[in-house]
């Protein structure tokens, strides 16, 4: 079982429809969890940050981490074309181990 | 502009040689860190380093090599040792290794091609 799981895609929706992304975890010594987004071929970029149970919003995005489940999502509400990308969930235990990726993702925005 | 600037953006290598690739920061991060990335998979830690002379070994260190001699710079060398080189590779930096708040930024990446 891989430490951190995440399903690929890709995942097709509609311009407007509000966008789930999930991963589950089976480490539970992480402690800290992010989401980047990552256009094709370019580095990935800081979404959101978390580091307790609960949920965490920043404008069109929702992120919620459920540490009894082992289980976060990320929620894109009023999806855009240009949120078209590869989201990444990534977590740590602290320390300093650096981050466990998902695979990451694909997320296409139909017009 | 603050950030992080890898050079360079696309390299090509024969088999047998070795490579290496630029990471630089001037957010004045204490930790810098070299992940791997293949096609359909998220990223892998290869090493990291906390403090100037000091790094670690990752999830995939074998056939790589790394250097801190300066604060803002952590070069990666990819060794002949390394029997599937060819990867995206991206260099990330955070203030300080594993304190709240402390997130990781990347930088564009280079793209390494084996013939």
């Known amino acids: 079982q891989k430490e951190v799981e995440q399903d690929p895609g890709p995942l097709s929706v509609p311009e407007g429809a509000i966008v789930s992304l999930n991963c589950t975890y089976s480490?539970?010594?992480?402690?800290?969890f992010m989401w980047y987004r990552q256009y094709s071929r370019k580095g990935p970029e800081l979404l959101m940050y978390?580091?307790?149970?609960g949920n965490k919003e920043d404008g069109r995005f929702t992120a919620q981490v459920d540490k009894s489940s082992k289980y976060i999502s990320l929620f894109i509400r009023d999806s855009q074309p240009s949120d078209s990308a590869t989201y990444l969930c990534?977590?740590?235990?602290?320390?300093?181990?650096?981050?466990?990726f998902g695979k990451g993702t694909h997320l296409i925005i139909q017009p | 502009d603050g950030g992080i600037t890898q050079s360079p953006k696309y390299l090509f290598r024969k088999e047998g040689q070795n490579v290496t690739l630029s990471c630089e920061q001037n957010?004045?991060?204490?930790?810098m860190y070299w992940y791997r990335q293949d096609p359909g998979q998220g990223l892998r830690l290869i090493y990291y380093?906390?403090?100037?002379?000091?790094?670690q070994k990752g999830d995939i260190a074998e056939g790589y090599s790394v250097s801190r001699e300066k604060k803002e710079s952590f070069p990666l060398t990819v060794t002949s040792a390394q029997k599937n080189p060819t990867a995206f590779y991206l260099c990330?930096?955070?203030?300080?290794?594993?304190?709240?708040?402390?997130?990781?930024?990347f930088g564009p990446g280079t793209r390494l091609t084996v013939l």
């Open positions: 990330a930096s955070s203030m300080t290794s594993g304190s709240i708040g402390d997130t990781q930024y």
């Open positions: 480490n539970s010594a992480f402690q800290y």
């Open positions: 978390t580091y307790s149970s």
């Open positions: 990534a977590m740590m235990r602290g320390g300093a181990d650096g981050l466990t």
């Open positions: 957010l004045n991060h204490d930790a």
């Open positions: 380093s906390q403090i100037v002379n000091d790094f």
